[in-house]
């Protein structure tokens, strides 16, 4: 029942679940509504970077109703895409000063990544334990300077405009892609540049090309290779693509 509630959440997202080398226990447990989450430690690695990262050991235990998207527990995987944006982040770009607003941060490493990167991040999402936990990782890792929103796409209260705004593996909901749409409208500055990263998705794909005529956006497409490592399979090489977009 465990592993097929494991493949269910996974299946919904048709992408795998991520390596996790050099894990280690670590005994924190945390209440969230009626389940205990329970975390364990992982080291992230790239050449010149090295994070230590509090993660969810538990993901299938937090699944209360696979039948509601809100209560499938996305934010607590550190999915493929988010390892991929922050390889290239870490490869290719530079926050220097600049203000970010990662979407849908979950496990949150892009964003801290950026914020290693001199960005001076806010992290977003609508699961309060998300937050959580990215502070928790942002504190281990040295991060002083973050903010952090609990915000749900559908009723976004922030005002602010960032110069960046980054998502990984956010945009696979076409009920919910209008709602990102309408945040970028809103909350992206004049020349403010776009990031986002996804396992080949077809609808995001349909997205980031209608958003680039509606925001009038020039894009520069790469691809990232992330090592994927599931429980009794060989690992794998998966290759995930990152969109920047900036204003035309
Ligand atoms: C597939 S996960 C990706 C998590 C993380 N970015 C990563 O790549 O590891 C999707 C994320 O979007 C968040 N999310 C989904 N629906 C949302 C909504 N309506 N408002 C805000 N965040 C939402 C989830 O909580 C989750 O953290």
């Known amino acids: 029942m465990v592993s097929f509630v494991v493949l269910f959440v996974h299946c919904l997202l048709f992408i ?15 209440l969230q509504g009626d389940s205990m989450i329970t975390t364990r430690e992982i080291a992230f690695h790239l050449p010149g970077l090295d994070l230590s990262l ?8 937090l699944v209360t109703d696979p039948e509601d998207d809100d209560q499938i527990p996305y934010w607590a995987e550190l999915w493929p895409a988010a390892r991929g944006l922050a390889q290239y982040i870490w490869e290719r770009i530079d926050f220097q000063g600049a203000t970010v607003l ?20 806010t992290f977003s999402d609508y699961i309060e334990e998300s937050l959580d936990i ?37 945009l696979y909901n076409p009920t ?13 500055s ?27 956006l020039q894009e520069e497409k790469a691809v990232q290779v992330v090592t994927v490592q599931e429980p009794g399979v060989p690992q794998f090489n998966q290759g995930i693509d990152i969109h920047h977009l900036t204003k035309i």
């Open 16 to 30: 795998s679940r991520p390596a996790c080398e050099h894990c280690s226990g670590m005994g924190n447990d945390v």
């Open 54 to 61: 509090e993660i969810v050991a538990n993901v299938e235990d």
């Open 102 to 121: 990662e979407l849908g941060a979950g496990l949150g490493l892009p964003g801290l990544v950026a914020a290693l990167k001199g960005g001076l991040v």
């Open 134 to 170: 990215i502070a928790r990782n942002a504190r281990r890792n040295g991060i002083q300077a973050a903010s952090y929103l609990l915000a749900d796409w559908r009723d976004f209260q922030c005002d602010k405009k960032f110069d960046w705004i980054i998502g990984s593996d956010v």
């Open 176 to 188: 919910l892609n209008p709602y990102v749409a309408g945040i970028l409208e809103r909350n992206l």
């Open 190 to 216: 004049v020349r403010g540049q776009l990031l986002f990263s996804h396992p080949s998705r077809p609808v995001t794909m349909q997205f980031i090309d209608d958003i680039k005529r509606s925001l009038g």
